[in-house]
């Protein structure tokens, strides 16, 4: 399956949702061809993953006008378009024709304030995320390795796995 990744943030950045969207599109290019589609600066590369950079750096409309254009584009040859949330993302997606869409709220944060944008790209959305893995947990020198902690967060990651690949086979 071709999947296009859109989201508002991709490391080097290290916000939760970027890194979200790494470990979803390292994932998931096991199985699929992804390519992403991000507001970043010398974007970090994954094998099997294209990954097209729209600098941020650009006045907000330039860069908005400049990921929908992306976003357009990688979404014509695409079986699905999964869009982080993010009100970067969501205009560009409510504008942008695609065959199907899964909106994810992987920042909090921004779920809890709920903004119209994001109201409505769920509403467009064939399939929403709310839950998202924990951020992986960090192994520190000196310290014994949390291997609970670790074998929780692959086993949600697992989770989430299969119900974002149940909910693009119940979208086909």
């Excluded at 399939?127 to 020198?141: C, H």
């Excluded at 291997?147 to 990651?157: S, V």
Aim: neutral net charge; charged residues 20%.
């Amino acid at each position: 399956m071709r999947i296009v990744l859109a989201t508002p943030l991709y490391p080097p950045e290290i916000a939760d949702a970027a890194v979200y969207a790494k470990e979803l599109a390292r994932r998931l290019a096991e199985n699929h061809d992804i390519t992403v589609v991000a507001y970043t600066h010398l974007p970090e590369q994954l094998p099997g993953v294209t990954v097209i950079a729209v600098d941020k750096l650009q006045s907000r409309v330039s860069r908005i006008l400049a990921f929908r254009t992306a976003l357009a584009r990688a979404a014509r040859c695409a079986d699905v378009v999964i869009a982080i949330n993010g009100a970067s993302v969501e205009l560009p997606v409510l504008v942008t024709r695609h065959p199907r869409l899964v909106f994810v709220t992987a920042d909090a944060t921004a779920h809890a304030r709920g903004g119209a944008l994001e109201r409505l790209a769920a509403r467009r959305a064939d399939a929403v995320l709310t839950e998202v893995p924990p951020q992986k947990p960090e192994i520190l020198p000196l310290e014994p390795e949390p291997t609970i902690a670790l074998a929780a967060w692959k086993d949600a990651w697992q989770t989430h796995l299969a119900e974002l690949d149940s909910l693009l086979k119940n979208h086909a």
